[in-house]
C-alpha cells in the first residue's frame, strides 16, 4: 500500500527514526541519568527518587544479581510487582546486567505462574511478598533458584516503611502466610550487599533480547513476545518523535496508573526516562478515590490509560475539581476508546483524549491520532514513523482504501516472534514479513486508519457482520450506562444474535428501555436480543473488558 499517511503526518513529524542513536536500552538509561541526574525520576508513597538515586541503586542491583546470585547476560529474571518504586530499580537493574525481562502479573494464579516460569526459563524472580504464597506452592516445579522478596513500603523510607509494612502484613492481612527457601533475600538486603561490590554494565547489542513479554492468553496458553533492544528503542522514538511538541525535556510529570507489567505502561514509563519526566506510580487505581486525591496533588502533564480507567475517574467525587491546567497530553489506548467517555473527558478537563493503537508484539506502538487533534477522532490515527501499515483479506491479497481486512504491520518495533513457537510464529507472520494483528480495519485515502473490531469477536447474524465494538460504542453513549461488554451467542434463526452485559449508572435503567434505544441509533440487525445486568464486567489487568469471559457468564446464566 502506499504510504500516504506520510501527506498528514503533522508539521515537524520525521517519517523515519533511527534506533541507532541508543545501543541499547541500558545505554539510553545511562544517558538519561548522566543528563538528568538531579531531577525528580519517581515517586510514590510520599517518597521520591531521584535520577542519581535510581542509577546508584540499579547498578547495586544488576551487581547482586551478577556478582551475587551469579546470573549472566542472556539469562531470564521474572519481576512479580505492582507500581512500586522497586519496579524501575529491579526492571533497569536487570537490564543493566544483560538479563531478560520477564514481566510477570502479580495477580497470576498457580497454574498461570507455573506456566510463565517454565515457558521462558527464568531462573530468577523479583516478587512482592503479598504474592509470595503462590510462588511458593510452584516453586518445586520451575527452574527459579534465585527469589528476591520485597514488602510495599521498603523503599518509603525510615520511619513510614516500617508503618506501612506492619498495616499491610498485621492490620490489613495482605500478606498470606508462605515459606520459601533459606536463600531468598529481601530487596533491601540485596541492595546493601551488593552496594561495595563491583560491577560494569553488561554489553548488550541491538538484536539481544530485553523481554518476554507474555500474551495470547485470551486464544489459549500464554506466548512469550520476544522484544530486543532494537524493538524497545525504536518504539521509544517513534512515540517521542510524535509527542515532541506536547512533552520535552522540560520536567514533565507522568502519571504512571497502569501497571507496568504491561507493555502499554511499560513503553510509556521507559519514554519517561527518555525525556527526563517525573513518574508518579499509582499502585492501585482501582482505589479511585485515593487515584484522584494523587492527582490533586500532582501538576501533571501526561496520563496514559484505558477507556475503563477514564470511565471509572470520570465517575468519581471530586475528579472535576482537579487542576488540569498543567496537563498537556492523554493517550488512550489497550482497548476502544468509546466516543461517550471521549467526550466527557473532554468536557471536563478541556483536553481531548488522543487514540492509539499498539500490540505487545509491537512494543506496543503501531498508529497514533495527531496530539493536536480538538476532539474524538473516532480512529486509531496515523502509522508511527518506519511503520507500515496494510490490509488483507482471508486469502491474504492486500486490500484497497476504505476495504475493511486483517490489519497487517512492519516496521522496527515489530518482534522477533514468539518465545520457543516456531509453530506460533509462522501462524502471525506471512511470506512478506507482515505480522498478522488478528484485528479487523480500514484504511482511508488519507491513511487514517480506523479499527472495526477483533476478527475472533465477530458477530454474524444472518450473514451480515456485526463488530461489538460498534455495539458498545453505541450503548455507552446512553446517560444511564456506566461500563457495557457485547458478546455474540447461538440463535436458532440467526445463527448468532447480540447479547449486552450492562452495568447501570441509573438504577432505573430497564431492559426496554435500552433495546429502544438501540433499535433507534442502529439497524435491526446489529441491536441485542438479549440483555444482562450486572453489578461489574470481568476486565483484564489494565481495565479491558474480557469477552472471553463474558462468553464464560453468558454459559453460567444457562
Known amino acids: ?36 541526574r538531579e531531577r525528580s525520576a519517581y515517586s510514590n508513597l510520599g517518597k521520591t527518587l531521584n535520577y542519581n538515586d535510581i542509577d546508584t541503586m540499579t547498578r547495586d542491583f544488576a551487581a547482586y544479581l551478577t556478582q551475587v546470585a551469579g546470573l549472566k547476560k542472556g539469562d531470564r529474571i521474572a519481576i512479580m510487582l505492582p507500581n512500586l518504586l522497586q519496579y524501575p ?47 511458593q506452592d510452584v516453586l518445586d516445579k520451575t527452574t527459579i533458584n534465585t527469589i528476591v522478596t520485597t514488602q510495599i513500603g521498603d523503599l518509603a523510607g525510615f520511619p513510614k516503611s516500617l508503618l506501612v509494612n506492619f498495616v499491610v502484613k498485621h492490620v490489613k492481612k495482605m500478606v498470606p502466610p508462605f515459606k520459601l527457601p533459606a536463600s531468598t533475600i529481601g530487596f533491601n538486603d540485596a541492595l546493601k550487599k551488593a552496594h561495595s561490590l563491583p560491577f560494569e554494565d553488561a554489553d548488550v547489542s541491538h538484536e539481544d533480547l530485553a523481554f518476554l513479554q507474555y500474551t495470547g492468553g485470551t486464544t489459549g496458553v500464554a506466548k512469550g513476545a520476544a522484544l530486543t533492544h532494537k524493538n524497545m528503542i525504536s518504539n521509544l522514538l517513534q512515540v517521542r518523535s510524535w509527542a515532541h511538541n506536547e512533552l520535552t525535556d522540560d520536567h514533565e510529570i507522568f502519571i504512571t496508573a497502569l501497571p507496568l507489567y504491561h507493555i502499554f505502561s511499560l513503553t510509556v514509563n521507559a ?50 475539581k482537579v487542576d488540569f491546567s498543567h496537563l498537556k497530553l492523554v493517550l488512550g489506548g489497550g482497548m476502544a476508546v468509546q466516543e461517550a467517555v471521549a467526550n466527557e473527558w473532554k468536557e471536563v478537563t478541556g483536553l481531548a483524549l488522543i487514540e492509539a493503537y499498539g500490540l505487545t508484539e509491537t512494543s506496543p506502538g503501531v498508529c497514533i491520532n495527531p496530539t493536536d487533534n480538538p476532539c474524538f477522532s473516532g480512529n486509531i490515527g496515523l502509522p508511527l514513523p518506519s511503520t507500515e501499515v496494510c490490509v488483507k483479506d482471508e486469502s491474504g491479497n492486500e486490500l484497497g482504501f476504505d476495504e475493511p481486512g486483517e490489519l497487517c504491520v512492519k516496521g522496527p518495533q515489530v518482534m522477533q516472534g514468539y518465545w520457543n513457537r516456531p509453530k506460533e510464529t509462522a501462524n502471525v507472520f506471512d511470506d512478506e514479513a507482515w505480522l498478522h494483528t488478528g484485528d479487523i480495519a480500514v484504511i482511508n485515502k488519507k491513511g487514517f486508519v480506523t479499527l472495526v473490531d477483533r476478527l475472533k469477536d465477530l458477530i454474524i447474524v444472518s450473514g451480515f457482520n456485526v463488530y461489538p465494538n460498534e455495539v458498545e460504542n453505541v450503548v455507552a453513549s446512553h446517560p444511564k450506562v456506566l461500563e457495557v461488554g457485547a458478546i455474540g451467542v447461538p440463535h436458532e434463526k440467526s445463527g448468532e444474535t447480540v447479547k449486552l452485559f450492562v452495568v447501570k449508572k441509573d438504577e432505573s435503567l430497564t431492559e426496554q428501555e435500552l433495546k429502544d434505544f438501540c433499535y433507534e441509533e442502529m439497524t435491526r440487525y446489529k441491536c441485542p436480543k438479549l440483555i444482562q445486568f450486572v453489578k461489574e464486567l470481568p476486565k483484564s489487568n489494565v481495565g479491558k473488558v474480557l469477552r472471553k469471559d463474558l462468553r464464560k457468564l453468558n454459559v453460567k446464566k444457562q
Open 89 to 135: 530499580i529491579a526492571l533497569f537493574g536487570a537490564l543493566r546486567a544483560g538479563l531478560i525481562v520477564v514481566n510477570t502479573n502479580p495477580l497470576y494464579t498457580e497454574r498461570e505462574l507455573e506456566h510463565q516460569l517454565n515457558d521462558s526459563g527464568a531462573t530468577a524472580i523479583v516478587i512482592l511478598e503479598n504474592f509470595a504464597a503462590t510462588l
Open 1 to 36: 500500500m502506499e504510504k500516504v499517511w506520510l501527506d498528514s503526518y503533522p508539521p515537524g513529524i520525521p517519517h523515519t527514526i533511527d534506533p541507532e542513536e541508543y545501543s541499547s536500552l541500558g545505554d539510553m538509561f545511562l544517558q538519561s541519568v548522566n543528563k538528568y
Open 271 to 320: 519514554f519517561a526516562i527518555l525525556i527526563g519526566a517525573k513518574s508518579v506510580l499509582i499502585t492501585n487505581p482501582r482505589d479511585m478515590p485515593g487515584f484522584v486525591k494523587t492527582l490533586s496533588q500532582e501538576p501533571f502533564s501526561f496520563l496514559a490509560g484505558v477507556n475503563t480507567l477514564f470511565n471509572g475517574l470520570l465517575n468519581t467525587p471530586c475528579f472535576d
